[in-house]
């Protein structure tokens, strides 16, 4: 091969040092890489490192950082800011690599660390709000698809994300961007940046430049897709649009007097509408007064409004000496309303709080009194039980009362000084940064507001129940402001507000330390020091017991933690090179943490790389997890045998031969399955946890046989242990089961209601169908029935788990063509092939299978993208594939197998079932236009070709959310540099 060839091959896999044959004497610039604390000419590293340029992003039609993240395949699925409400890490967007969890992404800016947000996701894990970062200011983002806890210190388990902003800016450039979707027409994003700049580094020794993002999401509410869901899920959840009442029930504003009903001695619910309602719903011989709830519903996509200003200096004093800074704050607002909460006489929340412990509080709306003024029984069900009503009453008084808000304030200041001394370069930096984030939720019951409203409460001596004042301040069938002002104390705003701080300080020094005869060795050493703290100080009321469903949660700590690191890249050969790591951080409250990591990079070939590193890292136990407090907070668990006993009850009723008990079945069919039991709970940090611990390793190759072709593939594993968790409610409450049975008696930790009056007017709805002769074929047998009551509390530790193992492939493949006077064309791809995903608690079950395939878990990911450039026009094509799985989140698990699906008779056929979930595919079209040099104009298309999600019955209504609903979204864009 000729000298020249060689050398072209070289630099452009960045292995040569040195510009050849008349450039001999001009070093090429040696750039830093995410993964690696060493200056290099060589940015191909041992460990893979994938980048996403501006050019990408645009070419994705990516307007938000969550979006880009979810075009790449090594990022599994997380929690979104748009479908994070009632989630309890309201408000925020996660990274998750290799789905080993948003703790275990480490999220960086310009390759320092940021505060995390404000409310652990799932009460326990801290993360980075990736909706808080600059996106105006980003020139590319490195994804780090290795463990790097040697370079970074904790977190960095599945890998790093590096979002690095411009180095510098001189001008005015403006841009703007709406897109709307015509299959959901309330569908909106519509987003506005500038970016600014003055000061020439080189001219005048400084630079400072800024940008400034805005954004704002409109709300989608059930009202607008209510009937866009997947065909199956109307199938399996047959009551879902009759329950919004929309055709029979009282329309927004209009009074609606409400429903009063009792029990009679069979336990059978019978009810009426009461005077003056226009909405009368007959079942059999019972009247309600239904309401239209739907257009009070809370958005399946709320409204969101974002500002991110960033600020960026650099100053030089010298060739050797430079100065920088920068400055980001972000403010976000969501909110969306809700369905005023009712008054239903009977209705029992169940739920913990912090100055009552482990006491289980349990408060039900009372009824209404065999005296009290609103008591409209008939003659009738005046003597069925000793006058008392239950009462179902909607309050319109104030219907934009209740909803939810999430606010975040999110900052960093970071000041810091650069060059060198000598043949050594340093770096230096202090920063700054934190959150404030603010749930606002209006919802819950005020014990103490609603007895202001109802009050005072006493027990009928004749019947035992709870029942309000006769004559209570609340008046019932009109809409008043004195009404209002009741509520607003009755069902309070209540705040949950947290704080997080990080202060940081780092300093490093990189150079030459030693010459082999392949080149020089090149290490770096440095330190850290961090300030950590958390505060989130809970509600009193709630605390107190107070606010139904809150219990007060709260988390405080802080620690400082210190770090000292080395590296060091020696080349063995001049085509063997070595990268060490090593580094050393100490946390309170358990020994220091060293993690190591080694990489080999071998020229095998002037076309062909091999490289491979080995890597252990860590995750701290975080303040959350380890600091002081506890969560007490409502939490929602699949109760089995509730879900098995409601089931053959709605299946029994569906054969009934009259049209109405049908309807009720229908209504009953899946409620404690899909949706599980919404269930007290608490967790209390853990002092005592172990650090999790991880190997990491990858091996593959770069081949580049040509200038315009490049290949890499890189096998990976990661095997984690002492996971840190919260106890899945879900599994504990099994444990439990099995020890002391379905009815949980004497369980330490899981407990249920008795049977309430409601499960008793099922049981005789039931009875009342089998006394029909005409049902007597279907009533063959013992009938179904409630053995137990609902689930009503759960109790969990944070406790060290066991293993997780998980390994699979990466593929890129990037290619360059000329077409002569037909432009350019680039065609791109990256496929991550999951190989192994399971886990082993340590217990008797040992390694749990495998789980790659099945439910959450695809084999494959992958995208292409194609942009071809053809004079002043760019059109790109981005497409995106998720391949099929099984059902099942466990391949031991039995629900969706052919025949449970056959013996279901739900939406899914038993073929369905056993093939499990096709493939999904969608394809993005953009057009770029540059009229003039300063003018570009952008049309772009996701889901081109209007794919909708499958049905999917594990999926929060019926499909699988990284595949939204919306159909085809078009969207217009036009940005301007001014002179």
Same mark, same amino acid.
């Given at each position: 091969m000729k000298p020249n060839k060689l050398f072209a091959l070289l630099a452009a896999a960045g292995l040569a040092s040195l510009?050849?044959?008349?450039?001999?004497? *001009?070093?090429?610039?040696?750039?830093?890489?995410?993964?690696?604390?060493?200056?290099? %000419?060589?940015?191909?590293?041992?460990?893979?490192?994938?980048?996403?340029?501006?050019?990408? %992003?645009?070419?994705?039609?990516?307007?938000?950082l969550q979006e880009i993240l979810a075009n790449l395949p090594a990022n599994m699925p997380a929690l979104e800011d748009s479908r994070s409400m009632f989630t309890g890490t309201d408000g925020a967007s996660q990274a998750n690599l290799r789905g080993l969890g948003a703790y275990a992404t480490l999220v960086l800016l310009n390759g320092r660390r940021l505060s995390p947000y404000g409310a652990p996701d799932g009460f326990q894990y801290l993360f980075v709000n990736i909706d808080a970062l600059p996106a105006a200011a980003i020139e590319r983002m490195e994804v780090l698809t290795d463990g790097a806890s040697a370079i970074y210190g904790s977190d960095a388990v599945a890998g790093? /994300?590096?979002? %690095? &902003?411009?180095?510098?800016?001189? #001008?005015?450039?403006?841009?703007?961007?709406?897109?709307?979707?015509?299959?959901?027409? @309330?569908?909106?994003?519509?987003?506005a940046s500038a970016v600014f700049g003055f000061g020439d580094l080189a001219r005048d020794k400084f630079n400072i430049y800024g940008s400034v993002n805005l954004f704002k999401r409109d709300p989608v509410y059930p009202s607008d897709d209510y009937?866009?869901?997947?065909?199956?899920?109307?199938?399996?959840?047959?009551?879902?649009?009759?329950?919004?009442?929309?055709?029979?029930?009282?329309?927004?504003?209009?009074?609606?007097?409400?429903?009063?009903?009792?029990?009679d001695s069979k336990g059978a619910r019978r009810g009426m509408a009461l005077p003056g309602c226009t909405s009368i719903v007959t079942t059999g011989s019972n009247t309600s007064c239904a309401i239209n709830t739907l257009p009070y519903a809370l958005a399946h996509k709320p409204e969101s409004e974002r500002a991110t200003l960033y600020l960026s200096g650099r100053y030089e004093f010298s060739p050797a000496l430079e100065a920088f800074a920068d400055l980001s704050y972000t403010q976000i607002d969501m909110r969306s309303h809700n369905t005023p909460r009712a008054f239903n006489s009977g209705s029992t929340s169940n739920w913990y709080s912090r100055d009552t412990g482990t006491k289980l509080n349990s408060f039900s709306i009372p009824y209404l009194g065999p005296n009290n003024v609103y008591n409209k029984l008939s003659p009738e069900l005046k003597g069925v039980m000793g006058g008392v009503a239950g009462m179902t009453y909607t309050p319109l008084d104030e219907p934009g009362h209740f909803g939810q808000r999430n606010t975040d304030n999110n900052y960093r200041a970071l000041a810091g000084l650069?060059?060198? !001394?000598?043949?050594?370069?340093?770096?230096?930096?202090?920063? =700054?940064?934190?959150?404030?984030?603010?749930?606002?939720?209006?919802?819950? /019951?005020?014990?103490?507001?609603?007895? $202001? @409203?109802?009050?005072?409460?006493?027990?009928?001596p004749g019947t035992g129940r709870r029942i309000i004042a006769d004559n209570p301040a609340y008046q019932f069938g009109v809409i008043s402001e004195k009404n209002a002002a009741l509520l607003r104390e009755a069902f309070p705003t209540f705040d949950i507000q947290s704080w997080t701080r990080l202060a940081s300080w780092d300093a490093k020094v990189e150079g030459s330390v030693y010459k082999l005869p392949a080149g020089d060795v090149r290490a770096a050493f440095g330190a850290s020091l961090m300030r950590e703290e958390i505060y989130t100080p809970g509600n009193a009321a709630a605390a107190a017991g107070d606010i139904t469903q809150q219990g007060g949660s709260w988390f405080k700590g802080e620690r400082n933690v210190a770090g000292v690191f080395a590296e060091a890249i020696a080349p063995l050969t001049k085509d063997l090179e070595l990268d060490a790591a090593l580094r050393l951080d100490k946390y309170p409250n358990f020994g220091a943490n060293l993690a190591p990591k080694l990489g080999l990079k071998f020229r095998a070939t002037p076309e062909l790389l091999l490289r491979g590193t080995y890597s252990e890292g860590y995750r701290a136990p975080n303040l959350a997890e380890s600091g002081n407090g506890g969560v007490f907070a409502q939490t929602v668990v699949k109760d089995d045998t509730r879900?098995?006993?409601?089931?053959?009850?709605?299946?029994?009723?569906? $054969?009934?031969?009259?049209?109405?008990?049908?309807?009720?079945?229908?209504? =009953?069919?899946?409620?404690?399955?899909?949706?599980?039991?919404?269930?007290? #709970?608490?967790? @209390?940090?853990? $002092? +005592? !946890?172990?650090?999790?611990?991880?190997?990491?390793?990858?091996?593959?190759?770069?081949?580049?046989?040509?200038?315009? !072709? +490049?290949?890499?593939?890189?096998?990976?594993?990661?095997?984690?242990r002492n996971e840190i968790i919260r106890e899945d409610f879900h599994t504990t409450f099994l444990a439990a089961t099995a020890k002391y049975g379905p009815g949980l008696v004497g369980a330490p930790n899981a407990?249920?209601? &008795?049977?309430? +009056?409601?499960?008793?007017?099922?049981?005789?709805?039931?009875?009342?169908?089998?006394?029909?002769?005409?049902?007597?074929?279907?009533c063959a047998g013992k009938l179904p029935g409630y053995t137990v009551g609902n689930l009503a509390g759960v109790i969990t530790n944070y406790t060290n788990r066991g293993r997780t193992l998980t390994d699979g492939f990466d593929i890129d493949a990037q290619a360059r063509f000329s077409l002569q006077s037909w432009g350019k064309l680039?065609?791109?791809?990256?496929?991550?092939?999951?190989?192994?995903?399971?886990? *082993?608690?340590?217990?008797?079950?040992?390694?749990?299978?495998?789980?790659?395939?099945?439910?959450?878990?695809?084999?494959l990911r992958a995208n292409f993208s194609a942009d071809w450039a053809y004079g002043d026009v760019v059109t790109s094509l981005f497409v995106n594939y998720t391949g099929g799985h099984k059902w099942d989140y466990d391949p031991r698990y039995i629900s969706y197998d052919a025949q449970s699906c056959e013996d279901n008779g739900g939406a899914l056929t038993a073929a369905q079932c056993a093939k499990g979930t096709p493939s999904y595919t969608t394809v993005n079209l953009n057009l770029a236009w540059t009229p003039t040099k300063d003018l570009k104009l952008g049309f772009n298309v996701k889901n081109l070709f209007n794919k909708q999600p499958y049905y999917d019955p594990n999926g929060w209504e019926g499909f699988d959310h990284r595949f939204n609903i919306f159909g085809r979204i078009f969207s217009i864009s036009a940005d301007y540099k001014f002179k």
């Amino acid at each position: 091969m000729k000298p020249n060839k060689l050398f072209a091959l070289l630099a452009a896999a960045g292995l040569a040092s040195l510009a050849h044959g008349a450039e001999g004497e *001009n070093k090429l610039e040696r750039v830093e890489v995410t993964g690696s604390s060493i200056k290099r %000419i060589n940015a191909e590293t041992a460990s893979p490192v994938q980048v996403i340029d501006a050019k990408q %992003i645009e070419a994705m039609g990516a307007k938000t950082l969550q979006e880009i993240l979810a075009n790449l395949p090594a990022n599994m699925p997380a929690l979104e800011d748009s479908r994070s409400m009632f989630t309890g890490t309201d408000g925020a967007s996660q990274a998750n690599l290799r789905g080993l969890g948003a703790y275990a992404t480490l999220v960086l800016l310009n390759g320092r660390r940021l505060s995390p947000y404000g409310a652990p996701d799932g009460f326990q894990y801290l993360f980075v709000n990736i909706d808080a970062l600059p996106a105006a200011a980003i020139e590319r983002m490195e994804v780090l698809t290795d463990g790097a806890s040697a370079i970074y210190g904790s977190d960095a388990v599945a890998g790093v /994300i590096n979002v %690095i &902003t411009k180095k510098s800016y001189q #001008g005015l450039e403006m841009s703007v961007s709406t897109e709307k979707a015509p299959h959901v027409g @309330a569908y909106g994003e519509h987003s506005a940046s500038a970016v600014f700049g003055f000061g020439d580094l080189a001219r005048d020794k400084f630079n400072i430049y800024g940008s400034v993002n805005l954004f704002k999401r409109d709300p989608v509410y059930p009202s607008d897709d209510y009937d866009k869901f997947p065909a199956g899920f109307y199938v399996d959840n047959p009551a879902y649009i009759k329950n919004f009442r929309i055709t029979e029930g009282s329309q927004p504003g209009q009074l609606n007097p409400g429903t009063q009903f009792v029990f009679d001695s069979k336990g059978a619910r019978r009810g009426m509408a009461l005077p003056g309602c226009t909405s009368i719903v007959t079942t059999g011989s019972n009247t309600s007064c239904a309401i239209n709830t739907l257009p009070y519903a809370l958005a399946h996509k709320p409204e969101s409004e974002r500002a991110t200003l960033y600020l960026s200096g650099r100053y030089e004093f010298s060739p050797a000496l430079e100065a920088f800074a920068d400055l980001s704050y972000t403010q976000i607002d969501m909110r969306s309303h809700n369905t005023p909460r009712a008054f239903n006489s009977g209705s029992t929340s169940n739920w913990y709080s912090r100055d009552t412990g482990t006491k289980l509080n349990s408060f039900s709306i009372p009824y209404l009194g065999p005296n009290n003024v609103y008591n409209k029984l008939s003659p009738e069900l005046k003597g069925v039980m000793g006058g008392v009503a239950g009462m179902t009453y909607t309050p319109l008084d104030e219907p934009g009362h209740f909803g939810q808000r999430n606010t975040d304030n999110n900052y960093r200041a970071l000041a810091g000084l650069r060059g060198s !001394l000598g043949e050594w370069d340093f770096e230096t930096a202090l920063a =700054l940064g934190g959150s404030h984030s603010v749930l606002y939720q209006t919802t819950n /019951i005020s014990k103490t507001g609603f007895e $202001k @409203a109802f009050g005072p409460i006493t027990v009928d001596p004749g019947t035992g129940r709870r029942i309000i004042a006769d004559n209570p301040a609340y008046q019932f069938g009109v809409i008043s402001e004195k009404n209002a002002a009741l509520l607003r104390e009755a069902f309070p705003t209540f705040d949950i507000q947290s704080w997080t701080r990080l202060a940081s300080w780092d300093a490093k020094v990189e150079g030459s330390v030693y010459k082999l005869p392949a080149g020089d060795v090149r290490a770096a050493f440095g330190a850290s020091l961090m300030r950590e703290e958390i505060y989130t100080p809970g509600n009193a009321a709630a605390a107190a017991g107070d606010i139904t469903q809150q219990g007060g949660s709260w988390f405080k700590g802080e620690r400082n933690v210190a770090g000292v690191f080395a590296e060091a890249i020696a080349p063995l050969t001049k085509d063997l090179e070595l990268d060490a790591a090593l580094r050393l951080d100490k946390y309170p409250n358990f020994g220091a943490n060293l993690a190591p990591k080694l990489g080999l990079k071998f020229r095998a070939t002037p076309e062909l790389l091999l490289r491979g590193t080995y890597s252990e890292g860590y995750r701290a136990p975080n303040l959350a997890e380890s600091g002081n407090g506890g969560v007490f907070a409502q939490t929602v668990v699949k109760d089995d045998t509730r879900c098995a006993e409601t089931n053959a009850i709605a299946q029994l009723l569906r $054969k009934s031969s009259v049209a109405a008990e049908v309807t009720r079945g229908n209504e =009953l069919f899946n409620t404690q399955c899909a949706n599980g039991t919404v269930v007290g #709970g608490v967790t @209390a940090p853990n $002092k +005592d !946890l172990k650090p999790e611990t991880a190997k990491i390793s990858t091996f593959g190759f770069v081949f580049q046989p040509t200038r315009d !072709l +490049d290949l890499s593939a890189d096998y990976w594993f990661v095997y984690r242990r002492n996971e840190i968790i919260r106890e899945d409610f879900h599994t504990t409450f099994l444990a439990a089961t099995a020890k002391y049975g379905p009815g949980l008696v004497g369980a330490p930790n899981a407990f249920r209601n &008795t049977i309430s +009056d409601a499960d008793r007017a099922v049981m005789a709805e039931v009875a009342a169908m089998c006394a029909n002769p005409a049902n007597a074929a279907a009533c063959a047998g013992k009938l179904p029935g409630y053995t137990v009551g609902n689930l009503a509390g759960v109790i969990t530790n944070y406790t060290n788990r066991g293993r997780t193992l998980t390994d699979g492939f990466d593929i890129d493949a990037q290619a360059r063509f000329s077409l002569q006077s037909w432009g350019k064309l680039k065609l791109g791809t990256r496929l991550t092939i999951a190989n192994r995903t399971t886990f *082993n608690a340590e217990d008797a079950d040992g390694w749990a299978p495998n789980f790659v395939g099945y439910a959450g878990t695809p084999k494959l990911r992958a995208n292409f993208s194609a942009d071809w450039a053809y004079g002043d026009v760019v059109t790109s094509l981005f497409v995106n594939y998720t391949g099929g799985h099984k059902w099942d989140y466990d391949p031991r698990y039995i629900s969706y197998d052919a025949q449970s699906c056959e013996d279901n008779g739900g939406a899914l056929t038993a073929a369905q079932c056993a093939k499990g979930t096709p493939s999904y595919t969608t394809v993005n079209l953009n057009l770029a236009w540059t009229p003039t040099k300063d003018l570009k104009l952008g049309f772009n298309v996701k889901n081109l070709f209007n794919k909708q999600p499958y049905y999917d019955p594990n999926g929060w209504e019926g499909f699988d959310h990284r595949f939204n609903i919306f159909g085809r979204i078009f969207s217009i864009s036009a940005d301007y540099k001014f002179k």
